[in-house]
């Protein structure tokens, strides 16, 4: 599957979205601060994605809608090498310098999912697009990017909210207005997307479901995977047939 050059969807941008994460760039390595559900989230993202990528050392990746780069590090200290792409260039150079302090090597760049598919074909080992889909107006077309960029046999990544009364509860009220994990105005419960609805776009795209599991907070615990709970958070695993 390719995206052709003429075709792209270079509007499928909502620079509201844009600018609500660049005013927060500084902050993103912050773990206490604005992105700390992530900080506590990434080790869960990154061993879901390690385990069903029969491992990250060696392979091609590459991070859609990076932000500052916690995923594209995890994956790259985990033996990937790692491309970070996303519209917010404030936090790509927060991501740019936060990398060399880390001694990673990673390459990120200020580019659509779209336009990166057409010039990136199949080139990708692992392709994450992680909390971003609810970001965009049309999540289809990044969908289609994405499994653009995978090779045949590679693996896809996705995470998003459900919508639902239980997501609106948990991940609007509750994590933005009584407990404040995360900035008013996060989110947009109109965005979130159900698993039937992403699978599927992802079949439309070609591409195969492996695993999907639930992100889900218990207060005595923290964060943990739950296979059973998709109500609020999720992470799916999909593969491209060659």
Wanted: aromatic content about 8%.
């Amino acid at each position: 599957m390719t995206v052709k050059e003429n075709n792209l969807n270079d509007s499928n941008v909502d620079n509201a979205e844009i600018d609500k994460f660049s005013a927060l760039a500084s902050r993103w390595w912050d773990p206490q601060g604005e992105f700390k559900p992530l900080h506590q989230i990434n080790p869960l993202r990154l061993d879901f994605i390690e385990q069903h990528s029969d491992g990250l050392f060696g392979r091609r990746a590459v991070d859609i809608g990076c932000g500052g780069g916690l995923l594209s590090e995890g994956m790259a200290a985990r033996g990937a090498d790692v491309k970070g792409i996303d519209l917010a260039e404030q936090s790509l150079e927060v991501a740019r310098l936060h990398a060399l302090e880390s001694q990673l090597e990673i390459s990120y760049q200020c580019i659509s999912a779209e336009r990166f598919a057409a010039q990136h074909a199949e080139q990708f080992d692992v392709v994450t697009c992680l909390e971003m889909l609810e970001h965009v107006p049309d999540p289809e077309s990044v969908v289609r990017a994405c499994a653009a960029l995978v090779k045949p046999g590679g693996k896809i990544f996705f995470s998003t909210l459900n919508r639902n009364l239980k997501s609106w509860l948990l991940g609007i009220v509750a994590a933005e207005h009584v407990l404040r994990w995360v900035p008013k105005g996060t989110h947009d419960h109109q965005r979130f997307i159900k698993p039937s609805e992403l699978l599927n776009m992802t079949d439309k795209a070609g591409l195969q479901p492996i695993a999907m599991s639930g992100i889900v907070y218990h207060p005595l615990k923290g964060f943990q995977l739950q296979a059973d709970d998709v109500d609020v958070n999720y992470i799916v695993a999909l593969y491209k047939p060659c």
